[in-house]
C-alpha cells in the first residue's frame, strides 16, 4: 500500500467508476453504477453530495458550463442535477448496457458498450455526433476504459486484458489502424480506467490487484503504483495544475471477511503521483 493516498470519501461503494475532474466548479463527479449514484466530490470543502439516478450511469463528461452527458443504461443522456433526472437523447444496438466513457480531442462524447456475459465482440463504442450515435469501434467484448493522447492523434482502448491502440483522426472523429498495445498478465489485474498525463504516458487501474500502472507512449511500463485496495477501478487527473489522481473502487462480491480484509474497497482517493494530466477537451454539447 502507498501511503501517499488520500482517503477522501469512505464509502463502500458497490462499483466507483467515471471519475470527471471539472475545473469550473472544482468538483469531481463519479459514479456508483450498482447503486444508481452520481457523487459530487467539491475539492474545496471535502463534501461528497449524492443524488440517486433513474437508471445506471456509467460514464460523464461535461461542458465548460457544468451540462452532463451520459453514458446511461442503452444509450446517451443529458443528467439533470437539480432533478435527479436523465433525459435520453439516443439508444445504440450492441452489447446490453452502456460502459465506459470519454470526451475526444474535438469535445465529442464518446462511450463503448458491454455485455452481462462479456461475449465474444458483441459490444462497441460509439460517438455521440449531435443527436445521433455513430459506431466507433467494433467487435469488442469487454471495454474497460478509452482516453487520447495529448495530441489528438491516438486512442487507447482496454478490451479485456489488452490495451488497444488506435490512430485517430479528431476533425472526423475516425479511429482505425487498431493494434495491440499492452497485453496485462493475469497476475496484474484486470486493466479498467485510463488517465493519460502531459508527457503522454498512460496510467491504468488494475482491477483485483491494487496496482495503477504508468506505460510510456511506447508501452514500457515505467512506474507501478500501489492503491490502499485491491478494488481500484478508475482513475482521472484533477487540481489546480492537474496534479492530482483520483481513483474509483468498488467492493461488489464481498462478504464481511472479505471487507475486512480489505477495508478501503468502494472508497474515493486521491493521489499525487508527481505527473501532471493532459487538459481534457470539455463535451462540446449538443
Known amino acids: 500500500m502507498s501511503e501517499d493516498f488520500e482517503l477522501l470519501v469512505d464509502r463502500q461503494a ?58 446511461a443504461n442503452g444509450g446517451f ?20 448496457r452502456m460502459s465506459v466513457g470519454g470526451c475526444d480531442p474535438a469535445g465529442r462524447f464518446v462511450a463503448c458498450t458491454t455485455t452481462h456475459a462479456a461475449d465474444l465482440r458483441a459490444s462497441g463504442c460509439y460517438v455521440l455526433d449531435g443527436n445521433r450515435a455513430r459506431l466507433l469501434v467494433d467487435g469488442l467484448t469487454a471495454p474497460g476504459g ?3 493522447s495529448p495530441d489528438g492523434s491516438r486512442m487507447y482502448l482496454v478490451d479485456m486484458r489488452t490495451i488497444w491502440v488506435y490512430d485517430y483522426d479528431a476533425q472526423r472523429a475516425r479511429a482505425f489502424a487498431g493494434r495491440r498495445w499492452v497485453v496485462c498478465a493475469e497476475a496484474d489485474g484486470s486493466p479498467e480506467g485510463l488517465a493519460v498525463d502531459s508527457e503522454g504516458c498512460v ?32 482513475l482521472a487527473f484533477g487540481g489546480s495544475r ?45
Open 14 to 71: 458497490l462499483c466507483g467508476a467515471g471519475p470527471l475532474w471539472t475545473s469550473a466548479q472544482n468538483c469531481v463527479y463519479w459514479v456508483d453504477l450498482l447503486r444508481r449514484e452520481l457523487h459530487t466530490f467539491y475539492r474545496d470543502t471535502g463534501v461528497d453530495e449524492v443524488r440517486v439516478l433513474p437508471r445506471k450511469v456509467t460514464a460523464l463528461a461535461a461542458t465548460r458550463q457544468g451540462q452532463l452527458i451520459a453514458a
Open 77 to 96: 443522456s443529458r443528467v439533470h442535477l437539480g432533478r435527479s433526472g436523465l433525459e435520453p437523447v439516443v439508444q445504440v444496438r450492441n452489447g446490453d
Open 146 to 148: 478509452v482516453a487520447w
Open 203 to 234: 496510467w491504468v487501474a488494475m482491477h483485483w490487484s491494487g496496482r495503477i500502472h504508468r506505460y510510456s507512449p511506447g508501452g514500457d511500463l515505467e512506474t507501478i503504483l500501489w492503491a490502499p485496495t485491491r478494488r481500484v477501478t478508475g
Open 242 to 286: 492537474l496534479e492530482e489522481l483520483y481513483v474509483t473502487s468498488a467492493c461488489f462480491g464481498y462478504d464481511e471477511p472479505a471487507m475486512n480484509a480489505d477495508p478501503y474497497a468502494g472508497s474515493f482517493l486521491r493521489f499525487r503521483p508527481g505527473a501532471t494530466g493532459a487538459p481534457l477537451m470539455p463535451w462540446q454539447g449538443i
